[in-house]
């Protein structure tokens, strides 16, 4: 089976911090993705990445930045949290862009 | 233009019913469609690839209307357990990379009752 797995399932944080929400797969899956997912807007794709080092920007990456230093694991940056980047972030990893994605449980995190 | 649309619901229904969701897709060109489910407060978790002739697991019945541009999800028997929100997932070419990426919708909420 699948494991992706998230650093932290709740995390609280201070307006301005600066906060690593880190990710690993252990399926050798070429793909991930950071997606954060609110009420009533579904998921939207924050950063994807196709390969160690390579990063390409999804629909809401502004305030975000990614780093992918090693295959399995995939990092998703706040540089600076402010309060509307309170939500749930879920990672997902799959081994093409055009087959299933498999998520981690999720990090609901709060920014106060 | 990428878009997913379904209803939101949600749908309420009695234990053993048989209960459909469609959801209608934009880009004609999309290959991969599929559909997840998610548990309250849970992540996202694949519930069946969807196949142009349609399929089935157990249950559950997808089917691929590509003249349409729709996907749909039948459960029959609907039980307790079935309660969850429903993804459609198409996959959108030439939205991230050569083979597109997936794009999910906003999800139908199923609520089966006792």
């Known amino acids: 089976d699948v494991k992706v797995t998230q650093s932290s399932r709740y995390l609280v944080k201070r307006t301005g911090e600066k906060v690593f929400l880190e990710c690993v797969q252990d399926?050798?899956?070429?793909?991930m993705f950071w997606y954060r997912q609110d009420p009533g807007l579904g998921l939207r794709l924050i950063y994807f990445?196709?390969?160690?080092?390579?990063?390409e920007k999804g629909d809401i990456p502004e305030g975000y930045s990614v780093s992918r230093e090693k295959k399995e694991r995939f990092s998703l940056i706040l540089e600076s949290a402010s309060t509307n980047q309170t939500s749930m972030y879920l990672c997902?990893?799959?081994?093409?862009?055009?087959?299933?994605?498999?998520f981690g449980d999720g990090t609901r995190l709060s920014i106060l | 233009r990428k878009e997913v649309e379904q209803d939101p619901g949600p749908f309420n229904v009695p234990e053993g019913a048989t209960v459909a969701f469609n959801c209608t897709y934009s880009?004609?060109?999309?290959?991969?469609f599929f559909w997840y489910r998610q548990d309250c407060r849970k992540e996202p978790k694949l519930l069946m690839s969807?196949?142009?002739s349609g399929n089935e697991d157990g249950r559950f019945t997808a089917q691929l209307n590509r003249a349409s541009q729709y996907i749909s999800l039948l459960i029959r028997d609907s039980k307790l357990s079935d309660s969850a929100t429903y993804l459609c997932?198409?996959?959108?070419?030439?939205?991230?990379?050569?083979?597109?990426?997936?794009?999910f919708g906003k999800g139908t909420k199923l609520s089966v009752k006792p």
């Open positions: 997932v198409v996959n959108m070419r030439g939205y991230g990379g050569s083979q597109g990426n997936l794009i």
């Open positions: 399926m050798d899956h070429e793909n």
């Open positions: 969807v196949y142009s």
């Open positions: 997902a990893s799959g081994p093409y862009s055009n087959q299933p994605q498999h």
């Open positions: 880009n004609s060109a999309s290959q991969s």
């Open positions: 990445s196709y390969d160690v080092k390579m990063k």
